[in-house]
């Protein structure tokens, strides 16, 4: 049986890989499309966000059953903000060993839902040995020690020296996690300059170097971090560069199976990203102020606890071009008040808030336009998910034709993805989604001028390529959340 290796590419844009398959400049990623299927447009998760995205291609759900609902969102259970570490002030102010904390322990052991299970719980529970390399989605039953670099150590206060961590039979987390063989963790790029391992050259060299050595698992995830960042710093569109370079480290993984053709004759490989991004514009006017739209409202700190003598009435996490807004007491009053407030600004495509069980209610901004609708209906999307609905359908960019049939355009799979992040977590919220080149400025969130962003229910945010190499596959309106069924499909399990 083939083994399968999936590159994941964070903020992989179709049209630029589209663009360079043409051109001829990623050799790697051209042979693989020329021998498999290219799909163009697959749907990502909503929000689009890596923590996100990438939890619904490890189980194959969405935040409604995975339960991990952003980069930044409030945990009604602890009564306190979660944050993965979105700016450098954020961790400094929440504290680097929170963060690291939050990222290698809590996000796959407690956030992540312990109901739903990951490819490589899967797979190993079946015999099939599986991996990871820096994948921050990684829950399976291996223990791993953290080994922190000095300067971490120095930040955390030495109190994640004895840290431990739970994984696939190999697990690989730059410096932080990097299991014995031949390969020196010196001989990779770390470092603080590196993010400590934490860069595509670090996951390509070891895979490699896996694949070498005679020890490639069955299954093995390769995480390439490094085009988000360079797609935030000069836009979507610019991007050619940077995946050119990943192209470059998947042909030296290629390589070492002797010839191309050999590496397909031996593995499916998968090529793909977990969300794409949308450029920003340049001026203050595309930045949606939430922290003075919503001024007069006692706003949770990230350092507070929404509990005991601090009386606050939201939670605002900024998750880019979407956001949350969490109503902590008073709903009935806030909640109406909250969503006029956003109504009235145009820069916010859609404003949506869960109104009764199974029911969900959308506004667009800046018009009177709105939409409710139900997961319980006569009508029924391209995935056969039945909806009922009243109102505008122009609010999300959907129509209805022939035969009761309800298709979206703009907002791809609109319905199912409101209605994942609006069930994702219990308590009442308020999210809303901004208008193509706009982003949401509020404290501990990211902003990125005349760069890239993403987050929205936006069709430019939320679509991925994917290229399949090595095995047969259809998938007419693919979504990751496709890969957990085809990669189990591929060694004769079932979903």
């Keep these: 049986m083939k083994k399968v290796i999936v590159f994941v590419i964070d903020s992989l844009h179709p049209v630029v890989l589209g663009r360079i398959l043409s051109e001829g400049n990623a050799p790697a990623f051209r042979f693989l499309a020329k021998h498999g299927t290219y799909f163009d447009s697959v749907i990502s998760s909503f929000p689009t966000m890596t923590p996100v995205a990438t939890s619904s291609m490890i189980t194959g759900t969405w935040p409604d059953r995975h339960r991990v609902p952003g980069f930044i969102w409030y945990n009604e259970e602890k009564r306190k903000i979660v944050d993965y570490g979105a700016t450098l002030r954020s961790v400094l102010k929440i504290g680097p060993e929170k963060v690291l904390r939050n990222l290698l322990n809590k996000l796959n052991e407690e956030h992540l839902a312990p109901k739903v299970s990951t490819l490589y719980e899967k797979l190993e529970a079946r015999g099939f040995t599986t991996g990871n390399i820096n994948f921050f989605m990684h829950r399976a039953t291996h223990s791993y020690r953290v080994k922190v670099p000095f300067l971490l150590a120095l930040a955390t206060r030495f109190r994640l020296t004895q840290a431990e961590v739970f994984g696939p039979s190999h697990l690989n987390l730059g410096q932080l996690v990097h299991p014995p063989f031949s390969g020196r963790v010196n001989t990779y790029p770390r470092g603080v300059l590196n993010r400590f391992g934490f860069n595509d050259s670090f996951s390509g060299k070891v895979a490699a170097q896996l694949i070498r050595e005679g020890k490639q698992p069955d299954f093995m995830v390769i995480y390439f971090p490094d085009n988000d960042k360079y797609s935030h710093q000069y836009g979507p569109l610019r991007t050619g560069p940077s995946i050119e370079r990943a192209d470059h480290l998947v042909a030296s993984a290629l390589d070492e199976f002797g010839s191309w053709e050999k590496a397909l004759e031996e593995n499916v490989i998968i090529v793909t990203g977990d969300h794409s991004q949308t450029t920003v514009g340049l001026g203050k006017e595309y930045l949606i102020d939430l922290d003075r739209a919503l001024k007069s409202y006692k706003r949770l700190e990230l350092i507070e606890e929404a509990s005991g003598d601090i009386n606050k009435e939201i939670a605002i996490c900024p998750n880019e071009r979407m956001a949350f807004i969490y109503i902590l007491q008073r709903k009935n009053e806030i909640l109406p008040d909250v969503v006029g407030i956003l109504a009235r600004d145009p820069r916010n ?61 703009k907002y791809p799979d609109a319905f199912t993805r409101l209605r994942s992040a609006l069930e994702s977590r219990n308590g009442s919220r308020v999210v809303v989604s901004a208008a193509s080149g706009y982003e949401y400025l509020a404290v501990g969130g990211p902003i990125h001028p005349s760069g890239g962003s993403h987050g929205s229910l936006e069709e430019e945010d939320s679509t991925v390529p994917m290229i399949v190499a090595g095995m047969p596959i259809r998938l007419d309106y693919p979504r990751i959340i496709d890969l957990f069924p085809m990669i189990l499909g591929h060694f004769g399990l079932s979903k």
């Design 349 to 409: 495509a859609q404003i949506a808030w869960k109104v009764s069980e199974n029911r969900y209610s959308v506004f667009q901004g800046g018009t009177e336009k709105q939409l409710l609708f139900s997961c319980v209906g006569p009508y029924q999307d391209v995935y056969g998910q039945s909806w009922s609905f009243e109102g505008d359908l122009s609010v999300v960019d959907a129509q209805v034709t022939g035969e009761q049939k309800i298709e979206f355009a």
